[in-house]
């Protein structure tokens, strides 16, 4: 059977517009009522990266929340909302987000993200043992609310990704450190997925994010929520509203090499607003999404080295910094490879493992992306792009 991806096409984050809209993007997929049974307990999983605001559009928007919320209550479940912000406490991300006040509103309860269950799945490729938050093994359905964004290290994060934040605290940096090849990365994030079988993703891309994000780019207005319960296939969706090529993340690789969910167009079921009339020709990509070690497989001590030499490093932006140390406390090393508080850029080049925490962390955008010298003299990355976008449509005649 096809995948089933709908799409609403949607301008403004008024409550009663977004509840609207949201009923009728779920209404081919057989609405709420087709995910939740009464009386089952429902965890939703916004997109929480940190304590930021709505218009920021870091993380979800509380009227998605909201609109969620509305619909698992009237189709007779008990919620509950949760996630694990990368850096700060939930409360103050709770409150700044709006989604607190969500909660609050409506009576659901803010799910345990301190403590941690341990999960088992044989078949995982990277966790066949993780810890996930209780409240994942708690509730009955996950539903996920991801917002459409950027990524430094991934490329893209939406629905797949935002399961990631269902690892508690500071084990997620931990994972950064033992898993430096964001191929690995993706591996886990997909296993994660398998673990917590979210029933049902709605994408809140009415504003989402281009440029350097998850946190550092630019709000961009896209228009559409979007909704389906084969998670690859809804970002796949998102990915061309935005004009993104799938197969150039490691995430929609690594769900391709298991077998989790579908990617290819031909067997995605589109229903509600044409995706034509959605497509933002222009979103702002993220510098590379592909790497020279998609094309070509190198052994392992060569391939560290080059990726330390292509890949951007991080700097300081000394006028904007607020000695939070936000970005200290979120690096997954131990000393820190950054700190605020040390002269020049603030980062140890050699020990700093490019896994883009603490630019993900930072709250004011102190933080750049400074390409590497031999990416600004040779343009390596920009023929690496070139290579893999004719290696693409090779392929694509091919089969």
Known sequence: MPAKVALEALRTYDPAAVLAAMRRVLTPLGGMEAFVQPGQKVLLKPNLLGAFSPDEAVTTHPSVVRAATILVQQAGGKVSIGDSPGTGELKAALRRSGIGAVAEELGATIADFQASAEVEREENVVGRRLALAQAVTDADVVITLPKLKTHAQMGFTCALKNQFGLIVGTEKALWHYRLQDRDWLA?????????????????????????????????????????????????????????????????????????????????????????????????????????????????????????????????????????CNACKKGCPLEPSAIDPEQPGTGVDQTTCIRC???????????????????????????????????????????S
């Open 356 to 398: 883009y925490c603490c630019h993900e962390f930072c709250l004011v955008k102190a933080i750049r992306l400074r390409r590497s010298w031999v990416d600004r003299v040779f343009h390596l990355n920009t023929l690496v792009e070139a290579l893999a976008r004719f290696a693409d449509r090779w392929r694509s005649r091919r």
């Open 187 to 323: 591996a886990l994030m997909i296993d994660i997925n398998q673990l917590a079988r979210p029933a049902l993703a709605i994408v809140d891309a009415i504003v989402g994010m281009e440029g350097h994000g998850p946190s550092g780019g630019d709000p961009r207005e896209i228009g559409a929520l979007v909704a389906g319960g084969d998670l690859t296939a809804v970002d796949a969706i998102c990915c061309d509203l935005v004009g993104i090529d799938p197969q150039s993340l490691p995430l929609m690789r690594a769900a391709g090499r298991v077998g989790y969910g579908t990617s290819e167009r031909g067997s995605i079921e589109l229903h509600g607003t044409p995706i034509q009339d959605l497509r933002v020709p222009d979103f702002k990509k993220p510098a590379h999404t592909h790497s020279i070690l998609d094309i070509i497989p190198l052994p392992k001590r060569l391939a560290v080295w080059v990726r330390r030499v292509l890949t951007s490093r991080v700097e300081i932006i000394r006028e904007l910094c607020i000695g």
